[in-house]
Structure formats: C-alpha cells, structure tokens
C-alpha cells in the first residue's frame, strides 16, 4: 500500500470547531495499492473525476495508529460483522465530520485485504467516490505503508509547531508496544479477542498468555480468534480431551517422504493449501482417487469408526497431545462427511507445521493457517480436477449431492470448490446466496 498526501495551497480560515491539528493536515490524499486508486471520486458540483479527495490527514493518522492492533490481526468474523469490528476496520468511521472513502481493511494475520466500495450518488454529499475493486498485499507492507503516512504527518504538525495535537504521542506509544515483545504479544491477543487497546479484562488475556507458555503462542492464537468475552482455556480443552477425546498414535501418522513441505507466506494461504494436497496425493500415488475413510483414519491414526460416531464437541474440533507421541481427537460435526473433513484439516494443520506441536485446531476463523487447512483438506478430498471431469458442466442440485457422495464431502464443499476454482460462476448457484458460498 502507498499513501500520498499533498499540501493545498492554502490553509483556509476553517470553522472554530475544527481542531488545530486537522486544519494543519489539510491535503490533498490518495489512497492506493499498487495500480488501484481508492480515493478515486467525482466531484458531485464541477463533474471532475480526480484521484485524490481534500481531507485532514490528522484524524485518519489517528484512527490508523489507535487501530493498528486489531487492523493487523484481528481476522475478520466468520458470522455477523460487529459494530466494533466494522469501527476498526472501515475507514468511512474515521470520523471528524469528513467524508471518507468506503474502504475496508481485513488482515488474516499474514495478509491484507484492501477493498473498496463506490459511494451511492446523493445530492447532499459534494463527492462520490468511484472505486469498487481490492487488492491482497503482505501485512508487512501495510504496515510500512502506515508508518510512512504516520510519519509524514508528525513532520507537517512539527514542522507547523502545531499545538495539542495527540499523534506524536500515540505513534511512540505504539512504537514502544510493537518494540517489546511481552506487550506486544498481549496487544495481538487482546486484537484477536476484538478489543481495542486496554479494553479487554486483564485477566482474559493473561490466561491466553499463560497457556500459551504449554500450548504455544500459535495455537493459542487461533483460540483466541474471534473468541470476544469467552475464550477457551487450557483446562478446558484438556479436560474435554479426557472425557470425550479418541486416542491417537502419533507415531503411525503419515508424514512426510523426504524434505517435507515449507509454507510459502508470499502465497495466498489457499493456494499452499492446495498445493501442499497435490503433494500428499502424489507422495501416497493417489491421481484423482476418492480417499475412503479407512485410508483418512490411517493417515491420521484414529479408528475409522470415528467418522460414524454421533459424539461430538459443540466448540470446535482439535487434537492436544497428553504425553509423548499420544493425543487426543474431538471433532465437532455431527455428520461422516463434515467429519471427514475436519479430520482433513487437523491432518493438514500437522503435517504443514514445522515441528511438532501439542495443540492443532481447526475453527471457523479467517485466519491464515485456518483457510490453508480448508483449503488443504478441500483439495485432498475433493480434487478439482477430478471433480470438474466427474460433473462434466452439470451444476444441478442433484449432480452436485452426487459428487459430493463420490468424494465423501459435504455439498457445500464442493460448490466452494467449483466457485473458488472459477468452475462455476455465482449466477449459476441455483438459488444459492453467493456469499454464504465463497464464504
């Protein structure tokens, strides 16, 4: 992401309400990433299209430096958007009676998703802005993109000698808190629960931290995605684990022949996932075969009654390891093919770690690692190409339940399938809603 901001030629006398530090900040901004402009706007008086619209840098500086936490790792909901998250994440709430462009910021943790959404044509607003397109880049280069912006704009207040302005201080502060591993670490967990900065309860947090000294920091992340005010805790999934979890043999797993597979952050987490699959299916000579649940319950060393099993967990589905080279395996669906499918993800998750972990989970977040696992564990049951040959351009209902049986997945997987590979278009759901299936 870029971010350019202009001085305009004057100032201007402004309104006594308006703060010192915005008036001072007054420029000519454009947003874009790459080759996509998303201040792009139609001044709705003169009919000029320009690339850049006339606001207070101060605020938006503010609102980036305030959120930068929750903008860079908090994913974004699997269910309902919150108000709180959409305050975080979209720019339109930026605030100080200016009218902002309708961007989104949504961050799996690795990646960033910058989109955009042409304003609606009103005859009291002076501009209309026309961008409607998004653009995924490397968190990394968000990051350096907001710290160039935040930049500029202390040295136009310091070069101004503007009085009162809250920015300086806020960017040392975030500055410190990124610097020091502790806090920053707390900060991360406290975005991925959806709090703003010292909003959550401190002891929330501090029993996420502390977990993560046995389970590890990544897999306590996970947890925390998306939890809010009830996390699960250590003790709770071990004890779940006790009384409810199938045994299994670590040892007897499938693994990797040879080197392994490294995970390529450069990459959208879907396409490792989907290459990481082709690579199991190659190692194990599968072609396009359908995997039996014997052969998936062998791979991952659990009985192959599992599947069939009505017992599950409402939470989510995970393995923790008890002691060396033994674990335990919940799944939360109640249905053989969603089961299978968790027991995809789980296997996944393992094998694409670089070393052994005790706590693999597999949830409805929109994290990285959680869509490479879905990604992964699609493509291994339910293989594209394959699948594309099988229903030959029949998208009915009825070819569609029948792929699903051939490969032992649910409808749904294979619809996400058809649509993510570009097999199928959204016009042609039957009726489905296209978000609910890209979802």
């Known amino acids: 992401m870029t971010t350019r901001w202009c001085k305009v030629s004057s100032l201007g006398s402004g309104s006594a309400q308006e703060r010192q530090p915005d008036r001072a900040t007054l420029a000519e901004l454009e947003l874009a990433v790459g080759e996509l402009l998303f201040t792009r706007a139609e001044d709705s008086l003169s009919g000029e299209v320009r690339h850049h619209a006339i606001l207070a840098a101060n605020p938006l500086a503010e609102w980036l430096v305030w959120n930068w936490w929750r903008l860079c790792f908090e994913p974004q909901p699997a269910g309902k958007q919150t108000l709180g998250w959409l305050e975080a994440h979209r720019m339109a709430n930026v605030g100080g009676g200016w009218l902002w462009p309708n961007v989104e910021f949504v961050s799996d943790g690795v990646r960033m998703r910058v989109g955009a959404k042409a304003s609606a044509a009103s005859a009291h607003q002076p501009l209309r802005y026309l961008s409607a397109d998004h653009a995924v880049i490397p968190l990394a280069q968000f990051e350096q993109g907001v710290d160039a912006f935040v930049e500029r704009v202390i040295e136009r207040l310091s070069k101004l000698a503007v009085a009162g302005a809250d920015l300086p201080h ?29 909003e959550c309860p401190d002891e929330r947090v501090m029993t996420l931290y502390q977990d993560a000294q046995g389970l590890g920091l990544e897999a306590i992340a996970e947890l925390a995605a998306g939890a809010g005010s009830s996390p699960l805790s250590a003790s709770q999934l071990k004890a779940w684990a006790r009384s409810q979890g199938c045994e299994s043999d670590q040892q007897n797993r499938l693994g990797w022949v040879g080197q392994g597979y490294r995970v390529d952050h450069q990459l959208p987490a879907w396409r490792n996932g989907v290459k990481a699959a082709h690579a199991v299916r190659a190692q194990e000579r599968l072609a396009d075969a359908a995997i039996g649940n014997r052969q998936l319950a062998e791979w991952f060393a659990v009985p192959a009654g599992l599947f069939e099993e009505q017992r599950h967990n409402k939470a989510l589905a995970y393995e923790l390891a008890f002691e060396s080279d033994k674990s335990r395996v919940l799944l939360r669906s109640r249905w053989q093919a969603g089961r299978r499918f968790e027991v995809a993800r789980l296997l996944g998750d393992v094998l694409l770690q670089t070393e052994p972990k005790p706590l693999h989970l597999a949830t409805a977040q929109n994290t990285y690692r959680q869509k490479l696992q879905r990604a992964f564990a699609a493509e291994l049951l339910c293989p594209i190409e394959a699948l594309s040959e099988l229903l030959a351009g029949d998208f009915s209902d009825d070819a569609i339940q029948g792929a699903a049986d051939t490969f032992g997945v649910s409808p749904m997987t294979v619809t996400v399938q058809l649509l993510n590979n570009r097999v199928m278009q959204s ?12 979802a």
Request: no cysteine.
């Open 427 to 438: 016009d042609e759901l039957n009726g489905l809603d296209p978000d609910w299936a890209v």
């Open 170 to 198: 806020m960017y040392e502060e975030l500055l410190a808190e990124r610097a020091d591993s502790e806090t920053a670490t707390y900060r991360r967990l406290e975005a991925l629960l959806g709090f703003d900065p010292d």
